[in-house]
């Protein structure tokens, strides 16, 4: 059983909690907090041990009565692994300044760049490349995204040019400070960086990518044009998204209309929090004309990374060396479809 911690208990990291203490190869030995509000307090609620990392903000957390276990650096002494879940840019800096200091194995998220990290992490894409290593990163939402359906497409076929046009949603829901709240905000660099983002995982794939943000909170949309090496129908790109792990197939027919609808539906399936691991692809979308295949996709981005971690875990500690054993572990455990 190893000891895994969590750096960052908020939208990402509450989730990878839970995700990692329902395997039977890992469990969370403890969560760090900076603030004392309600996140902390059902934390501890939930049963997992809470470690401050604003160590000089102790007596707040006294006097809103929540338990505290210990430091942050006491919490790392204790850990194989620390999954670090702090807003971008604060992951890298905790690599050079804690963690290589104290020969401490991370994993961090998509808000850090590749090369601050040096390896990043798709578990269908890339797993073995990850065998081992010290540190790696789980790239971001729409990055995993676009990797789950576009790995069975270049294995399948072969892949000369993906375009990937991608609405993003502009705050998560918890999120009132930011914006837009109307309007529509265009990424006016293009490749926006998911293109490249996709190639730190499938090294030689062709991608170019544009985005724009807009005023919603619950997933962002792909629409996704590829340009195919070889011949393949509608039905093999289905067939394709059928066999693909954590790629589900949608129906408009049956009312899955809306990135609203897929919340709803996750809600239907009992899914903690509302989640939805899965990339859901619009059956109706996938089209095959002229040798180019379109379709449309969505991304819960509170979630689809969280199974992500648990198999980045197992390929940094070696607990799996097969990539789709620990996928189908993760998943069992997980109750993805
Ligand atoms: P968040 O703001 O919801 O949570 C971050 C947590 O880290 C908060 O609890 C905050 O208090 C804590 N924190 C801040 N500074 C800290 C420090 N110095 N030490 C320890 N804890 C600190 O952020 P999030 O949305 O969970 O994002 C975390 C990472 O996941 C980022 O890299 C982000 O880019 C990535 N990510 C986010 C999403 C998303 O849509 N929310 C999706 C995929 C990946």
Redesign the pocket.
């Known amino acids: 059983m190893k000891n895994i911690g969590i ?7 509450k989730r990878v909690a839970d995700a990692v203490s329902c395997q039977d190869d890992m469990k969370i030995v403890g969560v ?4 004392p509000d309600f ?1 902390a307090m059902t934390a501890v609620e939930k049963g997992y041990d809470l470690y401050i ?1 604003a160590p000089e903000r102790e007596s707040q957390f006294e006097e809103a009565g929540i338990k505290v276990t210990g430091t ?1 650096d006491e919490l790392f002494e204790k850990l194989d692994v620390v999954v670090d ?4 840019g ?2 890298a800096k ?1 690599k050079t300044d804690i963690y290589e200091k104290i020969g401490l194995k991370a994993i ?5 760049d590749h090369d601050a990290i040096g390896c990043s992490f798709n578990a269908e894409s890339n797993y073995e490349e990850n065998l081992g290593k010290d540190y790696t990163r789980v790239v ?2 729409n990055t995993t995204g676009l990797c789950r359906t576009l790995k069975p497409i270049y294995d399948l076929a072969g892949i000369k040019k993906v375009r990937a046009v991608m609405v993003r949603r502009g705050a ?1 829901p918890g999120e009132v400070k930011k914006g837009p709240i109307n309007g529509i905000v265009p990424s006016t660099e293009v490749p926006s960086h998911h293109g490249p983002d996709v190639q730190t995982i499938i090294k030689d794939i062709n991608v170019i990518s544009m985005a724009e943000l807009v005023p919603t909170t619950l997933m962002h949309m792909h629409n996704v044009m590829v340009e195919l090496e070889n011949n393949i129908s509608t039905d093999d790109v289905l067939d394709a998204f059928e066999n693909a792990y954590r790629v589900i197939k949608i129906k408009k027919s049956l009312g899955i209309d809306s990135t609203a609808a897929i919340m709803e539906y996750a809600k239907e399936l009992d899914r903690s929090r509302g989640n939805m691991y899965e990339i859901p692809v619009w059956e109706e979308s996938v089209n095959v004309q002229d040798g180019e295949l379109y379709y449309m996709q969505a991304v819960h ?2 979630s689809d ?1 969280v199974p992500e971690n648990v198999d980045a875990i197992r390929a940094l500690l070696e607990l799996e060396e097969d990539y789709e054993k620990s996928i189908l572990k993760t998943n069992k455990a997980m109750g993805i479809i």
Not at 7 to 13: A, F, L, P, Q, S
Not at 32 to 35: A, D, Q
Not at 85 to 88: A, E, L, V
Not at 108 to 112: H, L, S, T, Y
């Open positions: 750096n960052g208990y908020g939208t990402i990291g760090t907090k900076r603030s996140e990392s942050a879940c702090t807003p971008g604060i992951g905790n961090f998220e998509g808000g850090e971001s939402c998560d981005q509170e990374v």
